[in-house]
């Protein structure tokens, strides 16, 4: 059944207010299967069951899927559309309260989904600073959400982009038409690939550096000696230490130098976190 005839039959109106674009027909939900390379042992997380489309290709490939969905008025849909599949497990809470560590015996984690828009940034702090170990994320952005967390430097630069970019490797797996959609969103959609990069993730808190990255971005015009003379008193000198201009602008600052900066400061704290 299309995802239209399932919401004609179950008379389900979609809520904007949910991120709620559901894939339209299972050819994207299939393609993401495919590139995704599942093996028959491995474990999937996905945020946001919807209609099910993508958790039903999922479970055709892995040995299981556990799938959040905040919704409960899909529920009988997807009680029919599961019937009788053991490896799907529907969990209808907010993934962004659930308690990630229960998931900490599952050997080869994985996370896939056509994640809901509106909570893209929470869901990927949550995964970097609560999740047990896991192999990779697939998730569908936004395009201009995407570009953000790609980005090296100047304008769609941010906080995320060097958060994502300090635990893990980012790559484009594809392009995604707003016409796959119901409703048609306004833009289009990416589907990115993230590699965990455990070295940072032990060394680094992730909550703790994103806080103070935020410091350094907290007048996004200002100067970087501007933005971090509340936090430290000799700026010029800290910063010239690092060999950094204290003119420069937080958004011509490479990844690497941020993380030099945090590490410096948390040396001359004598602490492992200090935000
Ligand atoms: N997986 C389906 C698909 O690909 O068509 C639906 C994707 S839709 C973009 C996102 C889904 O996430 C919606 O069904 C929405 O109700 C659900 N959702 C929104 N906020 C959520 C939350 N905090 N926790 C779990 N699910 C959520």
Not at 43 to 57: K, M, Q
Not at 142 to 158: I, P
Not at 224 to 230: A, M, P, R, T, V
Request: hydrophobic share 35%; charged share 35%.
């Amino acid at each position: 059944m299309k995802t239209s005839e399932w919401l004609k039959k179950y008379d389900i109106r979609l809520k904007k207010g949910l991120g709620q674009n559901f894939l339209s027909n299972s050819t994207v939900s299939h393609e993401i299967v495919k590139k995704s390379e599942i093996d028959e042992n491995d474990v999937i997380i996905e945020i946001g069951t919807g209609n099910g489309i993508l958790t039903e290709e999922i479970a055709k490939k892995a040995k299981k899927v556990i799938t959040f969905e905040i919704d409960e008025r899909l529920k009988p849909l997807l009680e029919e559309r599961f019937e009788g599949s053991k490896n799907v497990e529907i969990h209808f809470e907010d993934f962004l309260n659930t308690d990630l560590s229960k998931f900490k015996d599952i050997p080869k984690l994985k996370y896939i989904a056509n994640i809901p828009y509106y909570i893209s940034s929470k869901i990927l702090e949550k995964i970097f600073e609560e999740s047990p170990k896991f192999e990779y994320a697939i998730f569908m952005f936004q395009k201009e959400f995407g570009q953000r967390l790609m980005a090296k430097s100047k304008k769609s630069y941010s906080p995320l982009s060097i958060f994502v970019q300090t635990y893990c490797t980012v790559e484009r797996i594809m392009d995604v038409s707003k016409n796959n959609f119901i409703p048609i969103p306004k833009v289009d959609s990416v589907i990115l690939k993230f590699n965990p990069v455990y070295k940072y993730v032990e060394e680094i808190d992730p909550k703790d550096f994103m806080k103070f990255v935020h410091i350094c971005f907290s007048k996004r015009r200002k100067t970087i000696k501007n933005n971090l003379k509340e936090i430290i008193p000799d700026t010029e000198k800290y910063l010239t230490e690092v060999q950094i201009d204290p003119s420069s602008r937080p958004e011509d600052i490479p990844l690497e130098t941020y993380i030099q900066l945090y590490k410096k400061l948390l040396g001359r704290r004598g602490a492992k976190k200090g935000f």
